[in-house]
């Protein structure tokens, strides 16, 4: 005798409910979400709107977005000494800031024109520019660090697995051909992984940022599916074909 699995058809109408108020919430707080990563990545990259450079800018950073290259641009200029030198310094910040350059070109016009100011027994509020790690300090452009990326990978990886798996248990009851099925259920969670795996690439790889858009989105559509798909089915489909595959 063939094995009977458990189908919509096969459970109450009270876990029916229960199914349907807990898959619904969780569509409310995966758009409460989408919402939410809008409006803490919308506008980095200075224009209105979420764009692939903001997503760059939120992981990898951005070297025309420093502390130092508006400093030189702006209300510190009228302190060089030489206007060509604004060049060397914004030069030295796009090509990525590092130690052997900051020794060889950066240095010397810091500790001519800034650091009488800049040094922190004179005004420790101020950037300390006497030495390299200071000066890198203002002349990186941010992006997500290391430690903050382990914190939220950690807690996705977590809370998104428990959702995942409560609404692919509920999935499971649909009628549908099982290997269309076994494929849909993992779908979420390797997109999630990729998703997650991405942003840790994207840090030092910026065009990674397309992975980290097409993953976040590839895990909402599926999980999004498993929901519509087994909400509908519950309620529409399971009644009107109960009894016509037992
Ligand atoms: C006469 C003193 C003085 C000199 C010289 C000086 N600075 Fe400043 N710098 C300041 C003060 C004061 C501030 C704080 C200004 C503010 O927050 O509005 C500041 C702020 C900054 C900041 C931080 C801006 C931010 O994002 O908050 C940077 C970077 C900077 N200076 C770079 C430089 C560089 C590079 C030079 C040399 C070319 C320089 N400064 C020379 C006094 C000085």
């Known amino acids: 005798m063939k ?27 995966y758009l409460a979400g989408l919402a939410n990563l809008y409006y803490t990545h919308q506008g980095l990259d200075g224009k209105a709107g979420l764009s692939i450079e903001d997503v760059v800018i939120s992981y990898h950073g951005s070297n025309s977005q420093t ?22 310094i914004l030069e030295w910040i796009s090509s990525g800031a590092d130690e052997p350059g900051y020794i060889e070109k950066v240095a010397p016009i810091l500790n001519r024109d800034c650091i009488i100011c800049h040094t922190p027994s004179i005004n420790p509020s101020l950037p300390d520019l006497t ?19 382990v914190r939220v990978s950690h807690i996705h990886l977590f809370g998104i697995a428990f959702i995942l798996f409560f609404i692919g248990k509920i999935f499971l009851l649909c009628e549908i051909n099982v290997y269309v099925k076994r494929i849909a259920v993992v779908i979420p969670f390797a997109a999630m992984l990729l998703d997650v795996v991405s942003w840790f690439i994207t840090k030092s790889t910026p065009s990674f940022a397309y992975v980290v858009v097409i993953s976040g989105a590839l895990m909402g559509i599926s999980m999004g599916m498993q929901i519509v798909l087994s909400v509908y089915q519950m309620w529409f489909f399971s009644r009107k074909n109960a009894g016509v595959n037992p």
């Open 3 to 29: 094995e009977r699995f458990r189908r919509f058809k096969d459970i109450s109408v009270s876990e029916r409910i229960l199914n349907t108020v807990f898959l619904l919430t969780i569509g409310l707080g």
């Open 67 to 88: 502390r130092l290259g508006t400093a030189v641009k702006g209300i510190m200029k009228p302190n060089l000494r030489y206007a060509s030198d604004q060049e060397v």
């Open 131 to 149: 030495h390299y790690a200071g000066v890198a300090e203002v002349a990186h452009g941010g992006g997500a660090t290391i430690p903050t990326l």
